[in-house]
C-alpha cells in the first residue's frame, strides 16, 4: 500500500519560506510522477505544481509560478516543495500525491491515485 507522508508545514510571516516535503514508501517511487495540491477552508483542492518522474519536467499553477519550486530525489524517495515570498491565499493544507500517468501533463486531480493525508501551512498577513 502507497504511503505518502508530508512533513514541513507550520506558521510563516507574508513575504517568508517554508519547504515542505514528502517521502513516500511502498511502491516504486521513480515509475510515479508527484504533484502538491492544496485545499483552502470551504474551497475545492486545487493543483499547485507536479513534476514527471524522471524530474525533467515541471509544471505550476499560475498562482505559484516564480515563487514555488517543486523537486524530487529519487534516491531519497522524496518529493519537495519550496515556497517563497508566501502569501496570506497560499493558507491551505497541502497535499502530496502520486500519479503512474506519463503524461503531457499532471495537473488533473483525476490522474492521482495516491494522496497523503496532508500539511498545515498558514501565512499571516
Known amino acids: 500500500q502507497v504511503q505518502l507522508v508530508e512533513s514541513g508545514g507550520g506558521l510563516v510571516q507574508a513575504g517568508g519560506s517554508l519547504r515542505l516535503s514528502c517521502a513516500a514508501s511502498?511502491?516504486?517511487?521513480?515509475?510515479?510522477?508527484m504533484g502538491w495540491f492544496r485545499q483552502a477552508p470551504g474551497k475545492e483542492r486545487d493543483f499547485v505544481a507536479a513534476?514527471?518522474?524522471?524530474?525533467?519536467?515541471?509544471y505550476y499553477a499560475d498562482s505559484v509560478k516564480g515563487r514555488f519550486t517543486i523537486s524530487r530525489g529519487n534516491a531519497k524517495n522524496s518529493v519537495y516543495l519550496q515556497m517563497t515570498s508566501l502569501k496570506p491565499e497560499d493558507t491551505a493544507v497541502y497535499y502530496c500525491?502520486?500519479?503512474?500517468?506519463?503524461?503531457?501533463?499532471?495537473?488533473?486531480?483525476?490522474?492521482?491515485?495516491?494522496w497523503g493525508q496532508g500539511t498545515q501551512v498558514t501565512v499571516s498577513a
Open positions: 511502498k511502491f516504486t517511487f521513480s515509475n510515479y510522477a
Open positions: 513534476i514527471s518522474w524522471s524530474g525533467d519536467n515541471t
Open positions: 500525491a502520486a500519479s503512474p500517468s506519463r503524461g503531457p501533463s499532471y495537473t488533473d486531480y483525476g490522474q492521482y491515485d495516491s
